[in-house]
């Protein structure tokens, strides 16, 4: 999860520097969509029962709730991106849950703030003037309007965080993991089991922007601190390079065995590319979940034959097994019918799931305030979605992820890698890391003179 937007953070510092295009990232890469065979208008999703319901609801003077609606704001960069996922996936929640009869109810409506990538703070304080919160959303920049969102003291389940993971009045569902490395059971997989040759011979390559290359640096820490010795460490421009060659024969020569790429899937392409083109093949090569999706399988092309590409999904059930899952199943026909041609992304698996979250939370609210619903979130110590995600523990952000599912590029598509799952689709057992290093701590009421008894 920490890593979604790290292309997108990549192509903005190109876009700034000049660099024209369409962005292409996580949010782009669509994973396989097949057909979903689910009641798409039953009041209950997976295993939640009645998510959304009617109701005599009364009048309310809280921010965005009068006696028939709620406001609820979704964060996209859509006009930069031109990717609908999160639009998407809150028409196809609200749509869904209003034929239901809402929220005790309230009518759901669902309000689209576009940030444009720069635009975050502007949209914020639009949000804070209207809207009772925030779901779904996800911008790249999302820490320019962190502050003004805690001023107003206006609480977000996100569907994507790129910045401001673990700040106050957030939950998401997927798990901040504050202080803690999230990929420790797929790397310890990787390099004790699958394919522990390649324990002493780890190579990083991060765009050349500060985001990614704090990335690179936790990851580097927690991998030598979970036994990996990390001998090739590189930086790309962030516009990407016309010839990867240079780079391939690099690590050819630094006798590179496990390979994590953190920026651009369709720079990775390119590299696996030259590394096919000069006969070197690493033990494993980590796409991860930005990858996830056709378009890494379409523009991997043959490389996917000669290279060993993994990502960790971080617990989320894989979408193209959703006929084995009802509530993957229930999800994409809820798609097919409130949200006809659109498709079922990875980012938006994780908006439904704090869609969910709003709607389980709010509907147990004798009075729908911001801090019931907050409180009742928070309430929630094995959030699974309805099934759509391993259980995870939202009372604390600063909880590690014990649970993952890794995923294997084929040139047939995305399928399970034999990673030894211990609970259905996931393994549960990865060991925790805390970083030593300084990374930031995530902003809290008290920087903008606030607390948690001021939430209403």
Not at 114 to 136: H, P, T, W
Not at 176 to 204: F, M, N, Q, R
Not at 369 to 378: F, G, L
Request: charged share 20%; with cysteine; proline share 5%.
């Amino acid at each position: 999860m920490r890593r979604l937007l790290v292309p997108a953070l990549v192509l903005v510092l190109a876009a700034a520097a000049g660099c024209s295009g369409r962005d292409k990232d996580a949010s782009s890469s669509a994973a396989p969509t097949t057909s979903g065979a689910a009641d798409a208008s039953a009041t209950d999703f997976g295993t939640l029962k009645n998510v959304c319901g009617g109701g005599t609801p009364k009048t309310a003077s809280e921010t965005g709730v009068s006696s028939t609606e709620i406001k609820v704001g979704v964060f996209s960069d859509i006009g930069f991106t031109k990717n609908p996922e999160f639009v998407n996936a809150a028409k196809a929640f609200t749509s869904w849950c209003n034929a239901a009869g809402g929220i005790g109810g309230r009518k759901i409506v669902p309000t689209t703030h576009d940030s444009k990538l720069y635009e975050v703070n502007q949209r914020m304080i639009e949000a804070c003037r209207d809207d009772f919160f925030l779901v779904g959303g996800g911008s790249a920049l999302d820490a320019l309007g962190v502050k003004t969102r805690l001023k107003c003291l206006l609480p977000e389940f996100p569907g994507q965080v790129s910045q401001e993971f673990g700040a106050d009045l957030q939950v998401l569902t997927q798990g901040a993991s504050v202080g803690y490395e999230p990929y420790t059971g797929y790397y310890s997989w990787l390099i004790d089991e699958k394919y522990p040759t390649s324990k002493k011979s780890v190579g990083l390559i991060n765009g050349d922007v500060p985001v990614t290359k704090v990335i690179g640096a936790q990851e580097k820490e927690a991998l030598e601190g979970i036994g990996a010795k990390v001998t090739y460490t590189d930086l790309y421009p962030a516009q990407g390079v016309s010839d990867w060659t240079p780079y391939a024969q690099s690590i050819k020569k630094a006798g590179v065995k496990g390979l994590i790429f953190n920026g651009d899937f369709t720079q990775l392409a390119k590299l696996e590319q030259a590394l096919t083109n000069i006969g070197y093949k690493p033990d494993w090569i980590d796409t991860n979940s930005n990858a996830y999706g056709d378009n890494f399988i379409k523009l991997a092309g043959t490389s996917l034959t000669s290279q060993n590409n993994y990502a960790d999904l971080g617990g989320t059930y894989p979408l193209e097994k959703e006929a084995d899952n009802p509530a993957t199943a229930q999800l994409v026909a809820l798609f097919k019918k409130y949200a006809p041609g659109s498709q079922v992304t990875f980012p938006a698996v994780h908006a439904f799931s704090a869609w969910l979250l709003f709607a389980t939370s709010a509907s147990q609210c004798a009075e729908l305030t911001r801090k019931c619903v907050y409180d009742n979130a928070k309430k929630q110590t094995a959030w699974t979605g309805g099934g759509l995600q391993a259980p995870v523990d939202l009372s604390s952000s600063t909880e590690p992820v014990k649970c993952f599912n890794v995923e294997q590029a084929t040139a047939k598509g995305w399928v399970p890698a034999d990673f030894k799952p211990t609970d259905g689709a996931y393994r549960c057992d990865a060991p925790a890391y805390k970083f030593k290093g300084n990374y930031g701590k995530p902003v809290t009421l008290a920087d903008v003179g606030k607390s948690l008894s001021d939430l209403k």
